[in-house]
């Protein structure tokens, strides 16, 4: 009998091994498998249990923070600053995340690959998890003027400001906005209906439109028609060109006309020279240089200032696609005239509008944008520091130096489209570029209201895009939400 | 039989000349042992409250108290009725017998007083003190077996009458309306349930048979390894004795259509052929046992949907509409497993309460989940010894009787857990049997207590030196008839 009680006992010690064996390959090595199928709840529930880190803007505003409630989802999130934050932050719900919240879940949970060392070292030592902080490189001051200067305005429309220097985005607001802590309720039913209400909100409040709206440039995109011909080398800002009152494009019935059917400068003879053109905002003149330089050098260049073209960084941090901003190869001239003085099909996004200016800021090199600074371990350790890109330098410092005078002589001069701003910002002389756009079917919609600038006050530089929908002239209603925004940023520095 | 070498064996069957060897009793090693898992279970339960509210739990004293207490008697009469037992088997017993007071009062808690969560049954308010007195109720029956059985050998007298015992046992719940044995939502009829007070009979027919299945083919194991015909290099019984294995075979088949308990139709059948084997050292009954089985259950699964069921749980429960339906409970135990990971959650800091029905069968996911794999492991261990313990008394002890009944009940609990830990880790399909001192539940654990008694009772009677001769009786004397 003890020679089959032997082989029971091995057959016994067989079967445990079995057992051990399969909880090893369970719990350690199909762990991750198991978490990551589909209706596991606990994985999911598992975000909610310890602190996610914080979201600040670059001079210590809390954006988000987890609060500790109890119950089944320990912790919830927070948003101080409300709607005005929404479209840099996003918002991190039961359902799902968007936005920084979303782009930067992996350091703000705590599982990103650089925390591992750290994560293990806190379960060793029974410090409880917690998320890593995440700094952005926004400016509240210039955010808040942006969004005040916009829910002022009460239309529809975005900001973007950026360092022209690194990239880094100092403000970006859209209006209408929503509440992100309406959807970071931690009851499920709530959350449905206050998404619902949110998408079916016919102000579209979760679309973040300085980043994922299109509109047209309309004369703001002279500043990349003017380039092109720069860049060839033979012409500058005093360079005569022709423009007349009336322009009758070719292959059309078309005439295009100045703004309210003006004179272009005072030479009276039918000509003007460049910067003359770009400060009042000739389209005739600028129509002539577009057809003279050809589509195919405009979309070049186009796309030398990041138009075609999505951005990769932003698009990672805040988990989405950047619209691409248009410009397309037109097949005629007629359509190259209009392409050229910012309608037709061009479509820009207001992130876009700030990169031209940004890049004559930056004698010519244009800095890849980029929202998030710093991130911060929950040991106050940096687990990441952002370094400043060039995308690409659309034009020489020569050429841009020549815009940049034109620019200026847009505020300064007192023919210039947006002359009441000479003296706004007292010491401060502000470089910019009107755009009226005209819209809809026919041209039957409010024009949209563009506008692009630069300034800098001591060490520091900003360039501001703003694009107010149906705002009607650029010099009115963008504008003066644009020098706010400079305002607020210089005078503070 | 042949003699045996272990460490006990050697004083017993030593060289009459060496100095004796006294076997000692280990008493004192089992009284530090005890004490060391009243200190797991102390500690285990203060952790719970730590993890729901950072504070030891309230009624904390009163509960180890009673559990201290109750294992102070069961050491006492262990001391007086077996005093050469195994001094590990109480001690082993007694640590799981307390984390699954401790996994009852966390899972009792849950959604209770704040804490997260919600039970799919939720536990009564009083459902630590029940299991604590249920551990009482084992532990008076431990002391119960002890007492009646001083020698396990008067057991194999009562052969009969305790497979009658076993088969009403069983049969009953079949027999009885849906309402009073069926175990709610499960389909399956193991219970017996009246005025609120439920037994499930068949962790005490367990025991029943095995004392008989021991009788019987102590009895008949010359007729049952008579060799019949040869094939393949086996030799087959004759098959005229296939009668008994078949008598079996059909018996868990009933309780697999019947009673929908696949689990214990299982361990049944196991426990018997087992046996067998042991009794009669033939390799051609474990085959044809083995076979009969999966034939059995092949056939079953075919004509019977909630068997089938099963094969198709275990087999694809992340596909189509299984993990949220058939599966779900599978599933659900198998991400909590996954969530525990190698050092667990800790325990009340997990969330074992997703999984329906935690409290019984899938119990181990709900350790698995807060004490990871460390924590599991220790406890599949915790099993293992006890099995180890019982064969190497198997081994030991001389007489047949016990040594079939012994090694058939230590294999019995190995495939018990075999079956349940397998099951809720996909090793095998899911069936539904109970986790032998962990589950929440009253018969389990009394029956499961018993099962120690028996193991220690044999083991006493293994250990226990021989009545030693009088070596010095000084010079012969010779006496006068005159």
């Given at each position: 009998m003890n020679r089959a009680l032997r082989r029971v006992s091995i057959a016994v010690l067989f079967m445990f091994v079995l057992l051990l064996a399969n909880v090893n390959y369970l719990q350690a090595f199909e762990a991750d498998s198991l978490a990551s199928k589909p209706g596991n709840s606990r994985a999911f529930d598992a975000q909610y249990q310890y602190q996610r880190g914080e979201i600040e803007t670059a001079?210590?505003?809390?954006l988000a923070r987890s609060k500790y409630v109890g119950g089944t989802y320990k912790y919830q999130r927070q948003y101080?600053?409300?709607?005005?934050?929404a479209p840099v932050t996003g918002y991190d719900s039961l359902y799902g995340a968007s936005g920084i919240e979303s782009g930067e879940n992996s350091y703000l949970v705590g599982n990103s690959s650089k925390l591992a060392v750290r994560n293990v070292i806190d379960m060793i030592t029974g410090k409880p998890k917690k998320g890593a902080t995440v700094q952005l490189t926004i400016d509240s001051k210039a955010q808040t003027a942006a969004w005040n200067a916009l829910k002022s305005s009460g239309k529809a429309g975005a900001v973007v400001a950026l360092?022209?220097?690194?990239?880094?985005?100092l403000a970006m607001s859209s209006y209408p906005?929503?509440?992100p802590n309406q959807l970071a309720v931690l009851s499920g039913d709530q959350l449905n209906t206050n998404d619902k209400n949110l998408l079916h909100?016919?102000?579209?409040?979760?679309?973040?439109?300085?980043?994922s709206a299109t509109y047209p440039p309309g004369s703001t995109f002279k500043i990349v028609t003017s380039s092109t011909l720069f860049a060839q080398g033979?012409?500058?800002?005093n360079s005569l060109v022709s423009a007349p009152t009336s322009l009758k494009l070719p292959q059309s019935s078309v005439s295009l006309i100045n703004n309210d059917g003006e004179v272009c400068g005072?030479?009276?003879?039918g000509k003007a020279t460049i910067i003359t053109a770009f400060t009042e905002s000739c389209n005739t003149a600028f129509a002539n240089i577009g057809m003279q330089v050809g589509s195919a050098a405009l979309k070049s260049m186009a796309e030398r200032y990041g138009m075609n073209a999505t951005s990769p960084t932003l698009n990672q941090e805040l988990s989405t696609q950047v619209a691409k901003s248009n410009f397309p190869l037109e097949p005629a001239q007629s359509f190259t005239a209009m392409s050229a003085i910012g309608q037709k099909d061009d479509t820009v996004t207001p992130l876009q509008e700030a990169m031209f200016a940004a890049t004559i800021a930056n004698n010519g090199t244009l800095m890849r944008p980029y929202l998030v600074q710093q991130v911060q371990a929950a040991d106050l350790s940096d687990v990441y520091t952002a370094s400043p890109q060039a995308q690409?330098?659309?034009?020489?410092a020569n050429v841009a130096g020549e815009i940049k005078q034109m620019m200026l002589s847009v505020v300064?001069?007192?023919?210039?489209?947006?002359?009441?701003?000479?003296?706004?910002?007292?010491?401060v002389q502000i470089a910019g570029k009107t755009g009226t756009a005209q819209n809809g079917i026919?041209?039957?919609g409010l024009n949209d209201a563009v506008f692009t600038c630069f300034a800098s006050s001591g060490n520091r530089s900003m360039a501001v895009g703003v694009i107010i929908q149906g705002g009607g002239y650029g010099a009115a209603a963008a504008a003066p939400i644009a020098v706010d925004v400079l305002k607020s940023y210089l005078e503070n520095g | 039989m042949s003699s045996v070498a272990t460490s006990e064996g050697a004083a017993v069957?030593?060289?009459?000349?060496?100095p004796v060897v006294m076997p000692r009793g280990r008493r004192r090693t089992e009284a530090l042992m005890l004490v060391f898992s009243v200190g797991i279970v102390a500690f285990a339960y203060a952790n719970v409250g730590f993890g729901l509210k950072g504070a030891p739990p309230a009624g904390m004293a009163g509960y180890m108290i009673a559990f201290t207490v109750l294992l102070v008697i069961a050491h006492l009469v262990v001391r007086w009725?077996?005093?050469?037992?195994?001094?590990?088997l109480l001690p082993l017993a007694a640590t799981l017998n307390g984390l699954g007071i401790v996994m009852t009062y966390r899972l009792q808690e849950?959604?209770?007083?704040?804490?997260p969560g919600a039970m799919s049954v939720p536990l009564s308010t009083s459902a630590t003190l029940i299991q604590i007195v249920y551990t009482a109720i084992g532990i008076g029956c431990f002391v119960a077996v002890l007492v009646l059985v001083r020698?396990?050998?008067?057991l194999q007298r009562y052969t009969y009458l305790f497979g009658l015992i076993g088969l009403v046992l069983l049969a009953l719940p079949a027999l009885l309306p849906s309402s009073i044995s069926e175990v709610p939502g499960t389909g399956a009829k193991i219970q017996i349930s009246l005025g609120g007070f439920t037994v499930q009979p068949e962790e005490f027919a367990k025991l029943a048979l095995a004392v008989a299945f021991a009788g019987y083919l102590v009895a008949k194991r010359d007729v049952l390894s008579l060799a019949g015909r040869r094939l393949v290099g086996i030799d087959l019984p004759r098959a005229r004795d296939l009668g008994p294995v078949l008598i079996v075979w059909a018996v868990s088949l009933l309780l697999l259509v019947f009673e929908s308990d696949i689990g214990t139709s299982a361990v049944f059948m196991g426990l018997f052929v087992c046996m067998l084997y042991i009794a009669t050292q033939r390799t051609s009954w474990l085959l044809i046992g083995f076979a009969l089985f999966v034939v059995g259950a092949y056939t079953a699964s075919k004509l019977f949907s909630h068997v089938g069921e099963r094969f198709d749980i275990w087999l694809h429960p992340f596909s189509g509409l299984n993990p949220s339906h058939n599966a779900f409970q599978l599933v659900q135990g198998l991400y909590g497993l996954g969530a525990g990971g190698?050092?667990?959650?800790?325990l009340g800091a997990?969330?074992?309460?997703?999984?329906?029905?935690?409290?019984?069968?899938?119990?181990t996911t709900a350790f698995g989940e807060e004490l990871g794999m460390t924590g599991l492991m220790a406890i599949l261990l915790l099993y293992g010894l006890i099995v180890q313990r019982g064969l190497a008394t198997s081994i030991a002890v001389k007489d047949p009787f016990s040594k079939v009944l012994v090694g058939g009940l230590s294999f019995m609990l190995a495939l018990q857990v075999f079956v349940i830990v397998g099951g809720v880790t996909r090793l095998i399909p899911l069936t539904g049997i109970t986790t032998p001192?962990?589950?929440?539940?009253g018969s389990s654990l009394v029956g499961s207590w018993m099962l120690i008694a028996l193991l220690m009772r044999i083991s006493d009677t293994a250990r226990r030196p021989p009545p030693?001769?009088?070596?010095?009786?000084g010079m012969t004397q010779v006496v006068n008839l005159s």
């Open positions: 001079d210590g505003t809390v101080p600053q409300g709607a005005e934050y360092n022209p220097q690194t990239g880094a985005i906005s929503y509440d909100d016919p102000s579209q409040p979760l679309l973040n439109r300085a980043i033979k012409e500058n800002q005072n030479l009276g003879n690409s330098t659309p034009v020489s300064s001069s007192p023919d210039g489209t947006a002359h009441q701003f000479a003296n706004a910002i007292p010491g026919n041209n039957s | 069957g030593g060289v009459p000349d060496a009725l077996a005093p050469w037992s195994d001094p590990l849950v959604g209770r007083d704040g804490n020698e396990p050998r008067v190698i050092l667990g959650k800790g997990g969330q074992p309460y997703l999984t329906p029905l935690v409290q019984s069968d899938l119990v001192f962990l589950s929440q539940g030693q001769p009088i070596q010095d009786e």
